[in-house]
C-alpha cells in the first residue's frame, strides 16, 4: 500500500510564499523597512536616518514625528507565521534596542525632550499582498 502525502491549504500557502519571497530573509527584511518608511511617512514622519550601528547595536529606523524623536523596529514576517513580528521582540532584541537607543541619544548633539520606540510589522502572504500594523510606544 502507498502511502499518499496531501497538504493542507496552509502548508501549500507557505510554500507559495517562500517560493515567492525566496530564501533570503535579509533581503526581505530590507524590503521590510522601506515599506515601513514610506508608510510612516504617509502618516506625517520624517525619515533622519536608516540602519543607524554602533558597535552591536543597530536601529532600524529613526524619524521625527512632529517634535517627537521616534526610533523605529521593523518586523517584516509571512502573514501566517506562527510567531507575529511584535511578538517575535524577544528580551534581548529589546535590551538591544534600549541600548542602541541610548548610544544614539548620547551622541546627539542637542538630544530631544521626548522620544519614543515604536514597532512596525509589515505581513506578507503568498500573493505578494501586505499589511502593516503600527504599535506606537511600545516599553522596552
Given at each position: 500500500?502507498?502511502?499518499?502525502?496531501?497538504?493542507?491549504?496552509?502548508?501549500?500557502?507557505?510554500?507559495?510564499?517562500?517560493?515567492?519571497?525566496?530564501?533570503?530573509?535579509?533581503?526581505?527584511?530590507?524590503?521590510?523597512?522601506?515599506?515601513?518608511?514610506?508608510?510612516?511617512?504617509?502618516?506625517?514622519?520624517?525619515?533622519i536616518?536608516?540602519?543607524?550601528?554602533?558597535?552591536?547595536?543597530?536601529?532600524?529606523?529613526?524619524?521625527?514625528?512632529?517634535?517627537?524623536?521616534?526610533?523605529?523596529?521593523?518586523?517584516?514576517?509571512?502573514?501566517?507565521?506562527?510567531?507575529?513580528?511584535?511578538?517575535?521582540?524577544?528580551?534581548?532584541?529589546?535590551?538591544?534596542?534600549?541600548?542602541?537607543?541610548?548610544?544614539?541619544?548620547?551622541?546627539v548633539?542637542?538630544?530631544?525632550?521626548?522620544?519614543?520606540?515604536?514597532?512596525?510589522?509589515?505581513?506578507?502572504?503568498?500573493?505578494?499582498?501586505?499589511?502593516?500594523?503600527?504599535?506606537?510606544?511600545?516599553?522596552l
Amino acid at each position: 500500500m502507498r502511502f499518499v502525502h496531501r497538504m493542507s491549504l496552509a502548508a501549500h500557502r507557505a510554500w507559495y510564499a517562500r517560493r515567492w519571497q525566496g530564501y533570503d530573509t535579509a533581503a526581505r527584511g530590507r524590503a521590510g523597512e522601506r515599506l515601513a518608511a514610506i508608510f510612516l511617512q504617509t502618516k506625517g514622519f520624517h525619515v533622519i536616518c536608516r540602519n543607524w550601528q554602533r558597535g552591536h547595536h543597530e536601529i532600524d529606523l529613526v524619524m521625527r514625528d512632529a517634535d517627537v524623536l521616534v526610533f523605529v523596529e521593523v518586523r517584516t514576517r509571512p502573514a501566517d507565521a506562527f510567531v507575529p513580528g511584535f511578538e517575535s521582540l524577544t528580551r534581548d532584541k529589546r535590551r538591544a534596542l534600549r541600548q542602541g537607543m541610548e548610544d544614539y541619544l548620547r551622541r546627539v548633539p542637542r538630544p530631544p525632550q521626548t522620544w519614543r520606540c515604536d514597532v512596525v510589522e509589515v505581513m506578507h502572504d503568498a500573493q505578494a499582498r501586505l499589511r502593516w500594523a503600527h504599535y506606537s510606544g511600545v516599553s522596552l
